[in-house]
T-cell receptor, first 114, second 114 residues
Framework: AQSVAQPEDQVNVAEGNPLTVKCTYS??????LFWYVQYPNRGLQFLLK??????LVKGSYGFEAEFNKSQTSFHLKKPSALVSDSALYFC????????????FGTGTRLLVSP | DSGVTQTPKHLITATGQRVTLRCSPR?????VYWYQQSLDQGLQFLIH???????AKGNILERFSAQQFPDLHSELNLSSLELGDSALYFC?????????????FGSGTQLSVL
């Protein structure tokens, strides 16, 4: 069965600094990996996904994520954080073969201070 | 706006009661997913319907049931409610249940069981 770990409950970063939100996964075979963001009182919104190909994936709002197969990681990054990036971020994984459910991590709260 | 509509936004009820949560997917989407979000367990997959048929089940209690109707809207029925059922319930939709497809989430129904 697949699983996702987001080791940090919260990440604090100052505006303008780079940010990283960590995610590691476990899945049989090749993974499909996703990042979603949840703003207060809203549903989750898709940010980006890794299916195959280039290990660096670019997504919405200037976010990118790096797939590292040997470390089974898919960390979310942004070169320069904005206060408006403050939200709850979820990593998710699904196996690429067979029909498997999309499994989410427990989420990481990102707080960007002015 | 994701295009996924969930009603009601808030629901307050008592233990032992039964409630129905409703979800209208994006126009054209055939797949509907239900997730439960709680503080202690994060985002948990409950059930997935595709074009009226159940496709996958996750951590859904026997007291809970769901269905998808011919017009593709879905309902999640929660019965014999317990305090621990208090959570945010999300519906998500996608066109096809393929492995690499992103999901569109509604804003959720906040259920409070008193």
């Amino acid at each position: 069965a697949q699983s996702v770990a987001q080791p940090e409950d919260q990440v604090n970063v100052a505006e303008g600094n780079p940010l990283t939100v960590k995610c590691t996964y476990s899945v049989s075979g090749n993974p499909y990996l996703f990042w979603y963001v949840q703003y207060p009182n809203r549903g989750l919104q898709f940010l980006l996904k890794y299916i195959t190909g280039d290990n660096l994936v670019k997504g919405s709002y200037g976010f990118e994520a790096e797939f590292n197969k040997s470390q089974t990681s898919f960390h979310l990054k942004k070169p320069s954080a904005l206060v408006s990036d403050s939200a709850l971020y979820f990593c998710a994984v699904r196996a690429s073969t067979g029909f498997q459910k999309l499994v989410f991590g427990t989420g990481t709260r990102l707080l960007v201070s002015p | 706006d994701s295009g996924v509509t969930q009603t009601p936004k808030h629901l307050i009820t008592a233990t032992g009661q039964r409630v129905t949560l409703r979800c209208s997917p994006r126009s054209g989407d055939l797949s509907v997913y239900w997730y439960q979000q709680s503080l202690d367990q994060g985002l948990q997959f409950l059930i997935h319907y595709y074009n009226g048929e159940e496709r996958a089940k996750g951590n859904i209690l026997e007291r809970f049931s769901a269905q998808q109707f011919p017009d593709l809207h879905s309902e999640l029925n929660l019965s014999s409610l317990e305090l621990g059922d208090s959570a945010l319930y999300f519906c998500a939709s996608s066109v096809e249940p393929v492995q690499d497809e992103k999901l569109f989430f509604g804003s959720g129904t906040q259920l409070s069981v008193l």
